[in-house]
């Protein structure tokens, strides 16, 4: 009875998923290198993409995507955030 959303930016991993009829958000929100002013944009535009998308879990994976991923779910008022 769940309605599963997944966020990714690697092409080859939605159209995997798509195969197997999993959705997929491909945004860039996150990106490997570090660079403060773009991440920030980054982290808004995922908190609004949480807010607006009136999400219960946010599941996150990797380190910076982890840490970017579980701020923007707490600052949406995500109840559930699991790394």
Known sequence: GWHVE???????FCRR?????????QKEVIWRAI???????GLLRLVILL???G???V???TTKAGFVGRLAAYLAGVPIVVH
């Open 6 to 12: 997944v966020l990714a930016t690697d092409p080859e």
């Open 59 to 61: 599941h996150t994976h």
């Open 51 to 53: 807010r607006r998308g």
């Open 35 to 41: 660079r403060p002013w773009r991440d920030l944009g």
């Open 17 to 25: 998923a798509a195969e197997v009829d999993v959705p997929t958000l």
């Open 55 to 57: 999400y219960t879990i």
